[in-house]
């Protein structure tokens, strides 16, 4: 299998970084040592892990004793929420945020049947939130407050150490999910006001099924996977040492690209975006502009479907996304986009174009002359055209029944 696609698609998931692949390869094939057994046999990969939790530790500005590796995104997201909420069994009430991942969207929803109150904080057209909401909904009652660093649909970034200062002043947890900001914003946990975070190895250049926590040392912190001891008790379960190997490599290479390929990325990012935003009318970003991932745009094309653009963009070997991947294949609006109140003509024809440090000129150049033909073509297909006023009828009307 080859493939030579424009892949433009890095916040669902990254390539693999080849020195990345030879950190771990020796973690398949010589060093199948159990890193908590006796022997030096072993002995020398749990050195080999403690190594790599210094270098996510380096990576987030955090100690190595705080780093837990998980199996990603979404198993941290859930444990850290479980781990907040057992650790404070007195405190019954959560606040999140409506943009959230479904990782913690989807927990967030079930523990409302199991008793727990959930805020879901509003964002505005920006996609971004209002911090005295945010206050007001704080309470004695008040065991966690997770919101994410940057969305992962509009690269919104939200202003994570001033949410941080109202949170800890009311007394709560504060996690953080932090998948699709690491790597792209630097970080120090020292400084910071997070209690949890989360990361996820795929998002920067490490493999599937391998991420990580920072638990800020003193936060009391119960296991979700209970099992031996590994980890401090933090998470059970022989560690996956090869993908944690690969991750403290990943990391290593963050650190060492972050100013200057986000500065690239960015470059790249805005080029793109007033290109298409110069060349197709009735076009506009979603999001806020202003504070914002470097790699990360998405567009709403108005009157057209977004997953036609996907197609179209597909058969030219262009990979892009049209919200979350988990909601893709089903042509529901993403909930990011509905939650900033987009109208119903810009929601369903949103496209997200996320690079990474692998992105390349020509490539940008690609969509930028391909894009305009595209919404042209299905423009002229669009029942809108003739009739506007019905078109729009007939979608609220789908809508209001689902
Ligand atoms: C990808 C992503 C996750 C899930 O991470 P996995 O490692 O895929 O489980 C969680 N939150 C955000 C913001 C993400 O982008």
């Not at 892990?49 to 270098?55: F, M, P």
């Not at 999140?96 to 964002?123: D, F, I, R």
């Not at 914003?185 to 400084?191: E, R, V």
Request: glycine share 10%; hydrophobic share 40%.
């Amino acid at each position: 299998m080859h493939n030579n696609c424009i892949y433009l698609d890095n916040n669902a998931t990254t390539k693999v970084d080849p020195q990345v692949v030879e950190a771990m390869l020796p973690y398949l094939t010589e060093y199948y040592g159990n890193p908590s057994s006796m022997h030096t046999f072993g002995g020398q990969v749990g050195k080999a892990v403690l190594e790599a939790r210094k270098q996510v530790g380096a990576l987030l500005g955090a100690n190595e004793s705080e780093i837990v590796f998980t199996s990603g995104g979404t198993e941290g997201d859930n444990a850290a929420i479980r781990a907040a909420l057992l650790a404070q069994p007195d405190k019954r009430h959560i606040v999140t945020t409506q943009v959230e991942h479904p990782a913690v969207l989807t927990l967030c929803k079930q523990l409302e049947k199991q008793g727990y109150t959930v805020t879901y904080l509003s964002v505005n057209r920006q996609g971004q939130l209002d911090l005295d909401e945010l206050e007001a909904s704080l309470t004695g009652n008040t065991a966690l407050v997770s919101i994410m660093y940057a969305n992962n649909e509009t690269g919104t970034v939200f202003p994570i150490e001033e949410i941080g200062l109202r949170v800890k002043d009311k007394g709560a947890l504060f996690h953080v999910d932090a998948v699709q900001a690491v790597g792209k914003i630097p970080m120090n946990m020292q400084t910071s006001k997070i209690d949890i975070l989360t990361m996820s190895g795929h998002k920067i250049h490490a493999p599937k099924g391998i991420g990580a926590l920072y638990v800020r040392r003193g936060v009391r912190f119960r296991p979700m996977i209970i099992g031996g001891g590994q980890q401090r008790g933090r998470r059970g379960g022989t560690e996956n040492v090869p993908g944690v190997i690969a991750l403290g490599k990943a990391a290593e290479l963050e650190l060492l690209h972050l100013e200057e390929a986000t500065a690239r990325e960015k470059r790249m990012r805005d080029r793109l975006e007033q290109a298409l935003l110069a060349t197709i009318p009735d076009c506009e970003v979603n999001g806020d502009i202003t504070q914002r991932l470097p790699n990360t745009t998405n567009i709403g094309f108005k009157y057209i479907e977004g997953e036609a653009i996907l197609l179209m963009l597909n058969q030219k070997g262009i990979c892009a996304s049209s919200g979350s991947a988990c909601s893709s294949g089903s042509l529901e609006p993403s909930h990011v986009l509905r939650a900033m109140g987009l109208p119903y003509t810009t929601l369903h024809g949103s496209i997200r174009f996320s690079l990474c440090r692998y992105t390349r000129e020509a490539e940008i150049d690609a969509v930028i002359e391909v894009m305009p033909g595209i919404v042209e073509r299905l423009r002229a297909l669009s029942p809108f055209k003739s009739d506007e006023a019905g078109w729009l009828q007939e979608q609220e009307q789908v809508l209001a029944h689902r």
